[in-house]
């Protein structure tokens, strides 16, 4: 793309501190659409992030998540794009910057988005659906990442995460395909997002609305372009990038992932 900031529709500043970041958060959630507002789909990326300490700070002290996250100096943000559905791949990019975000529970996404933001800028078109490793709405201001990089690009995005954030569900059949509704019990059993077995007898993945699209929507694209292992192709193999890239840039020394 000639303008690399071209495809931010909704400017903010992202080296904030925690307060201004929560207050960016409030706003920028009033503009997420939990609906299908999409066109026709023939690509899809898949997006993550990774973060890299220098050697000397790595070592300095007994490791903890604050000291890791606190010393970590670079980001990377890596993508892969298919076209859909056949799933063949068609380019990936990445970015290096400079991490200034500390790690702040429910603020990951002002670590992650700027570095994605400028893997995106060296694609010459955006993708039509973004997957997201990490939450869409399942999240307690209900602005995870895939759900904020959503809102600031008015693009669609689906987050499909690994781990559990907020929320609880029922027990969830083993078989895979299945899904079951993911709740806010303290907000009053709002459907958060949803459970989903990807593949028989292993754990679900959670997927939820980034913005755009419809919690169904997102369940039946997450499944499509899931090829029989836990994580779906998109999010696998931008994982695997964002690794392989740390290594060969970075070195391979401790890190925080």
């Not at 990774?50 to 890791?68: D, I």
């Not at 079951?180 to 990807?198: H, Q, S």
């Amino acid at each position: 793309m000639k303008n690399k900031t071209a495809l931010v529709v909704r400017r903010h500043r992202w080296n904030v501190l925690p307060t201004g970041a929560r207050a960016i958060q409030d706003e920028l959630r009033q503009h997420s659409i939990g609906e299908d507002r999409l066109s026709e789909i023939r690509t899809v990326a898949g997006l993550d992030a990774s973060f890299v300490l220098t050697e000397s700070q790595a070592f300095q002290k007994k490791p903890s998540r604050w000291n890791l996250s606190r010393d970590a100096n670079q980001a990377i943000g890596c993508l892969v794009v298919y076209r859909f559905p056949e799933m063949r791949e068609i380019a990936r990019a990445y970015a290096v910057q400079p991490l200034k975000f500390p790690y702040i529970p429910g603020l990951l996404s002002f670590r992650e988005i700027p570095v994605l933001l400028a893997a995106l800028g060296k694609l010459e078109e955006m993708p039509d659906l973004l997957f997201c490793d990490g939450q869409g709405i399942a999240h307690p201001k209900r602005l995870g990442l895939a759900a904020h990089l959503g809102v600031v690009l008015d693009r669609p995005t689906i987050g499909c995460a690994k781990s559990l954030l907020i929320g609880t569900h029922v027990v969830l059949p083993e078989a895979s395909g299945n899904w079951v509704p993911l709740c806010d019990e303290k907000a009053g059993g709002e459907c958060i997002g949803a459970a989903l077995r990807t593949r028989t007898g292993v754990n679900p993945v959670f997927v939820s609305q980034g913005n755009r699209v419809s919690l169904e929507t997102a369940i039946r694209l997450t499944l499509a372009v899931s090829d029989g292992y836990r994580i779906p192709r998109p999010t696998r193999d931008a994982d695997r990038f964002a690794s392989e890239t740390k290594r060969k840039l970075l070195g391979a020394g401790p890190s925080e992932k």
